[in-house]
């Protein structure tokens, strides 16, 4: 070639420019510029120098690899960016740059200059020159490529193309010198730009990672993809959960909120991910399987990361934008994959933290809150800042260890799991339940001053009083409850209060007695009836030494007894709350229960039901029963006495022997 | 040197492209398998990547609204003719792939002539 010595005329005659030039020294103010700006500004710098600097060298393009096997087209002078499209021209891989260029690998590697004829270098890059991209140069053409390496790997390729003339062997090698001058500034602040784009990724990985658990996850998750949206270039970015069909948003960020771009998943797409493919989307308008209102409202391309991890559902990551051929690059993809793992790693975390928690706080048989779970909630009510009303109730199941024995713990069981499932199922909103252990239950219920807590805590008696323990027997259960402010002035004292009254309550059924102990001295003893059933009724209550009001209650079930039987008229004088004629009924309903020979099973039946039956029996045997003789006093004692153990209580009917000489006076 | 046979053919548009998850890849070594839709005009073309006893082939099948035959050239990258194929009467057709690298695929049928251009065996 003619001139192999000639030196290119600009670079022969540096003159000075307040533009920077290339020399064979790297100039301070080159580097200055060069730093001034990114990597982008740089290499198109570069890249204005040498068309400045070579006459007849039109156009100049310049590849940088960005990923372990493609190189991305980075600057190009000398033609029209719109040619490319706005993102440019895809990737290309590196064996196809290497076989476009004219040396041997080893040259390559060297990063040797190399001058081709062969037409437009692209038209053997990109097997085609873009449209509307016409050469310029008529006649004869050369190309020039030059390889930029580093530790013996090529960072960058330089296309140079120009007129025949316009490039010799001497000049390309004076490119390729000057070019040495300046690739390392440019690789540095290329590899600075890349690792900052790492460093961001990372710290929004590991921002993630660290999302405190004092906030909702999905609020984490949302940060994570507005960082991804933001750092990838997408416009938009999803979060979705597969369930089964459907498909469900965890979090979403950017463009398309309102718009079901997860509708873009179909079955095919679905499969794909659930076995690990990413799916990239470059014309989702052209997709055959496009919906129309996506495509309508602007949704041009999309990229779907799956994320399968084991104890969570499947779940995916979504990129997506309005512009057509938007797809991460090799390197995004790959920290995308980081942060999709990030995410599915999280997401596992939280799955297990909220199992961990449930198990901490729930009691495994009955699913109902444990000890624990009370405990924290006692005292998160203690530190709260509004001043509701609080009702405590406690909960113990009266002869529960009498169902232990007589059926077995797996039947006791089944009795707590369905208590517990009555209580989950049928409690008022808002009201929570827990088990303390063994046989004790708590409620707490926080309502407004309408709040009746008698009522509600009654109410939650009578639900579990409905539980079947046998054939005829039913769940009993005894309960005290406190309510602040009324009964205590601090939350703190609530489970005392409350665990006074259940114990009192407790003794009380021990004892036959009703729940309103507390509330006795309000009723007057019944004095206005004086039949022989209430007096000797009265007088087995005080021998058995039954409570003031357990006897209150077995006079009022002898006084409903004779009223309803038309022995007695009702009596003005007799007060007859709602408390006590409800527990009175209940002595009523158990009045010809006979019994059945085991005082553990007994826990149910009152035992001023037990006391009536007697006495009823003494006063009707006395008065003559179904067509017999009235008996004599002795007779009627033996005929009861040989019906203790079968059908009368054996303690009763020994008070009622140890009462002769009142019945004496009785009848009398 | 590549030939400039196809650059007057219409350049088929990557439509989906599916591929192992770099994720999948690191923890189950999936290898480099791939699924791609290409489209021009009216004509579909779904191209896989599979690896069949170790050797990777090339798997295609045109779906068009009239299927009338047509021929698939297997070009590499230097524009070397490496296999000629005729679709089968479903469109199907099936290239053993020789080595890693960029290939390209030339489709001609009846009404139509198109390009598939970097085809990346890894």
Redesign the interface.
């Given at each position: 070639m003619s001139g192999q010595n000639r030196i290119p005329r600009r670079l022969r005659l540096a003159r000075v420019s307040s533009e920077p030039r290339l020399g064979q020294v790297v100039s301070a103010r080159l580097i200055e510029r060069l730093l001034s700006g990114g990597a982008g500004q740089a290499f198109e710098l570069t890249l204005e120098m040498l068309l400045r600097e070579l006459p007849g060298v039109e156009q100049a393009f310049l590849w940088v690899r960005d990923s372990l096997n493609s190189f991305s087209l980075q600057a190009v002078c000398g033609v029209p960016n719109k040619l490319f499209g706005q993102e440019g021209p895809e990737a290309v891989v590196e064996s196809v740059l290497r076989q476009a260029y004219p040396g041997t690998s080893e040259e390559w590697q060297a990063g040797n200059p190399r001058l081709d004829h062969e037409g437009h270098i692209l038209t053997r890059v990109l097997n085609t020159l873009p449209a509307g991209f016409e050469q310029s140069i008529q006649g004869s053409v050369v190309n020039l490529t030059l390889p930029l390496s580093a530790n013996r790997q090529v960072w960058a390729v330089l296309h140079l193309h120009a007129s025949a003339q316009a490039l010799n062997e001497a000049e390309a090698g004076l490119v390729a010198q000057n070019i040495a001058g300046v690739a390392p500034i440019l690789r540095e602040l290329y590899l600075r730009e890349a690792a900052e784009r790492q460093s961001l990724w990372l710290e929004a990985i590991n921002t993630l990672l660290r999302v405190s658990h004092e906030r909702p996850l999905e609020l984490g998750l949302q940060d994570a993809l507005e960082e991804a949206t933001r750092l990838s270039g997408a416009e938009g970015a999803r979060l979705i959960a597969f369930e089964g069909h459907a498909i469900r948003i965890i979090a979403q960020a950017g463009w398309g909120s309102g718009l079901p771009v997860e509708a873009a998943i179909t079955r095919q797409i679905g499969e794909r991910l659930r076995s690990g493919q990413q799916v990239g989307i470059p014309r989702y308008d052209l997709y055959p399987g496009h919906r129309h209102e996506l495509v309508e409202a602007g949704l041009r391309s999309l990229f779907i990361l799956p994320i399968l991890r084991q104890g969570i559902e499947a779940s995916a990551l979504l990129l997506f934008s309005t512009q057509q051929h938007w797809l991460p690059d090799a390197q995004t993809q790959e920290l995308l994959s980081d942060m999709a793992a990030a995410v599915g790693v999280v997401r596992v975390e939280w799955s297990l933290r909220r199992e961990l928690a449930w198990a901490a706080y729930t009691d495994p048989l009955t699913g109902l809150g444990n000890r624990r779970a009370f405990e924290r909630d006692l005292e998160k009510l203690a530190n709260r800042t509004n001043d509701r009303m609080v009702v405590l109730v406690l909960l113990d199941l009266d002869g529960f260890k009498a169902i232990n024995d007589t059926f077995g713990h797996v039947h006791a069981d089944h009795v707590l799991v369905r208590l517990g499932g009555l209580l989950r199922s049928r409690a008022r909103a808002g009201d929570r339940a827990y088990r303390l252990g063994g046989d004790e239950f708590a409620l707490i219920i926080e309502g407004s001053s309408t709040l009746n807590p008698s009522r509600t805590a009654e109410r939650y008696r009578a639900l579990l009083e409905e539980i079947r323990v046998s054939d005829n027997t039913y769940l009993r259960v005894s309960l005290g409850y406190a309510v602040y402010p009324t009964d205590v002035p601090d939350i703190e004292s609530l489970w005392r209060i409350a665990d006074d009254q259940m114990y009192k309550d407790k003794a009380l059924r021990k004892g036959r007695s009703p729940l309103f102990e507390a509330k006795q001295e309000l009723f007057p003893p019944i004095t206005q009836v004086q039949t022989p059933l209430f007096r000797i009724a009265s007088r087995l209550g005080e021998v058995l030494n039954m409570e003031a009001a357990e006897l209150r209650v077995l006079q009022a079930s002898c006084y409903l007894l004779q009223l309803a039987l038309g022995e007695i008229e009702a009596h003005s004088g007799v007060q007859m709350p709602d408390d006590l004629l409800r527990e009175a009924a209940r002595v009523l309903m158990f009045v010809q229960t006979p019994w059945n020979g085991s005082q553990s099973l007994q826990a149910g039946v009152p035992r001023a039901a037990r006391v009536l039956q007697v006495a009823q029996r003494f006063t009707a045997a006395l008065q003559g029963i179904e067509g017999r003789a009235p008996r004599g006093i002795d007779e009627a004692l033996e005929d009861i006495a040989r019906e203790a153990w079968r059908r009368f209580d054996p303690v009763v009917v020994e008070a009622l022997r140890s009462i002769r000489d009142f019945l004496d006076e009785s009848a009398a | 040197?590549?030939t400039?046979k196809?650059?007057n053919h219409r350049?088929a548009?990557?439509?989906?492209?599916?591929?192992?998850?770099?994720?999948?890849v690191?923890n189950?070594s999936?290898g480099g398998t791939w699924?791609k839709?290409y489209?021009v005009d009216n004509h579909?073309l779904d191209l896989s990547l599979k690896v069949e006893n170790a050797e990777p082939h090339l798997i295609g099948k045109l779906v068009t609204p009239i299927q009338t035959g047509g021929w698939v050239r297997f070009v590499a990258?230097?524009g070397g003719l490496l296999q000629e194929v005729e679709l089968g009467a479903s469109g199907m057709f099936r290239l053993p792939v020789p080595a890693p690298?960029?290939y390209?695929l030339e489709m001609s049928l009846s009404d139509q002539q198109f390009?598939v251009?970097?085809v990346?065996v890894?």
């Open positions: - | 040197m590549m400039d196809t650059y350049e548009i990557l439509v989906i492209d599916s591929r192992g998850a770099l994720s999948a690191r189950h999936l699924s839709l489209r579909y990258c230097d690298g960029v390209h390009v251009r970097s990346d890894y």
